[in-house]
């Protein structure tokens, strides 16, 4: 079983920035498709980047040029780099490890609220 592990999460005034880790513990990290996927109060999950095995990345278009998705194979550690936070940004911020369709690992989330 993969663990993952969000960090990062907090309290931000709009127009601030913060940096999400998500650690796995898994010897072929470098191998999973990688994505953040976000949770606000009363809304669906909905999947704010994704980077794959070969780094290309994608973007919800709410979060273009505003937040970077990045890993580092090798510290098992993928990052969502998010500037310019709006308050509609809160949200519970979940990483997500995928290898095709043989295994998916969900961490706690971490919660990121944008507010003065």
């Known amino acids: 079983q993969v663990q993952v592990v969000e960090s990062g999460g907090g309290l931000v005034q709009p127009g601030g920035s913060l940096r999400l880790s998500c650690a796995a513990s898994?010897?072929?990290?470098?191998?999973?498709?990688k994505a953040w996927y976000r949770q606000a109060p009363g809304k669906q999950r909905e999947l704010v980047a994704t980077?794959?095995?070969?780094?290309?990345?994608n973007y919800a278009d709410s979060v273009k040029g505003r937040f970077t998705i990045s890993r580092d194979n090798a510290k098992n550690t993928v990052y969502l780099q998010m500037n310019s936070l709006k308050p509609e940004d809160t949200a519970v911020y979940y990483c997500?490890?995928?290898?095709?369709?043989?295994?998916?690992?969900w961490g706690q989330g971490t919660q990121v609220t944008v507010s003065s």
């Open positions: 997500n490890l995928k290898y095709g369709s043989l295994a998916t690992y």
């Open positions: 898994t010897s072929i990290f470098r191998l999973y498709e």
């Open positions: 980077i794959t095995s070969g780094d290309n990345t």
